[in-house]
T-cell receptor, first 109, second 114 residues
Framework: GQNIDQPTEMTATEGAIVQINCTYQ??????LFWYQQHAGEAPTFLSY??LDGLEEKGRFSSFLSRSKGYSYLLLKELQMKDSASYLC??????????WGAGTKLIIKP | ETGVTQTPRHLVMGMTNKKSLKCEQH?????MYWYKQSAKKPLELMFV???????ENNSVPSRFSPECPNSSHLFLHLHTLQPEDSALYLC?????????????FGPGTRLTVL
């Protein structure tokens, strides 16, 4: 079966750095997405990785290792507004997005 | 209006009611999706439309019936639902189906079935 695993919840301090991990087992791979979802709101796109390596976009970076079935989202200089759920999703061989259950990130002052 | 809009934002219905959820995208996209989001569970893809043709139906019960009259509008018709169908229903669109095609989501309809 297809499976995406990510931690249920993480806590970090304002101004610090946090890494959210995602491991996947899917039938085929056509890219990995990270989305942010604030409580009661729509998911919004953060990043896309299809090749191995690190993609940096401001305070957020995303890393992919296809051989290990592993990705992480790195958030730097954390702000209170970064408190949200972070969803990992993989596009499989049928170009369907397979989603993880999301990681709820709590930022403390 | 910009992006993806959904109405209503909240809906409470009895198990014998019939209601419809509406989604509209103002992005000129060719693909539209219905997802179900339950607490602490992964997003579940329900239906996919590309150029108004249904391309995916992931074993969804027949009490959910989608309709895509044109590339900008998507409906989800509901009838004789069960309490376990209570969830957030999200609509999304993308430029087309394929590898890199970011999906844009609407704000969702919070459905409660009594």
């Amino acid at each position: 079966g297809q499976n995406i695993d990510q931690p249920t919840e993480m806590t970090a301090t304002e101004g610090a750095i946090v890494q959210i991990n995602c491991t996947y087992q899917t039938s085929g791979f056509n890219g990995l997405f990270w989305y942010q979802q604030h409580a009661g709101e729509a998911p919004t796109f953060l990043s896309y990785n299809v090749l191995d390596g690190l993609e940096e976009k401001g305070r957020f970076s995303s890393f992919l290792s296809r051989s290990k079935g592993y990705s992480y989202l790195l958030l730097k200089e954390l702000q209170m507004k970064d408190s949200a759920s972070y969803l990992c999703a993989v596009k499989d061989s049928n170009y369907q997005l397979i989603w993880g259950a999301g990681t709820k990130l709590i930022i403390k002052p | 209006e910009t992006g993806v809009t959904q109405t209503p934002r909240h809906l409470v219905m009895g198990m014998t009611n019939k209601k419809s959820l509406k989604c509209e995208q103002h992005l000129g996209h060719n693909a539209m999706y219905w997802y179900k989001q339950s607490a602490k569970k992964p997003l579940e893809l329900m239906f996919v439309y590309s150029l108004e043709e249904r391309v995916e139906n992931n074993s969804v019960p027949s009490r959910f019936s989608p309709e895509c009259p044109n590339s900008s509008h998507l409906f989800l018709h509901l009838h004789t639902l069960q309490p376990e169908d209570s969830a957030l229903y999200l609509c999304a669109s993308s430029q087309q189906l394929g590898d890199y095609n970011e999906q844009f989501f609407g704000p969702g309809t919070r459905l409660t079935v009594l």
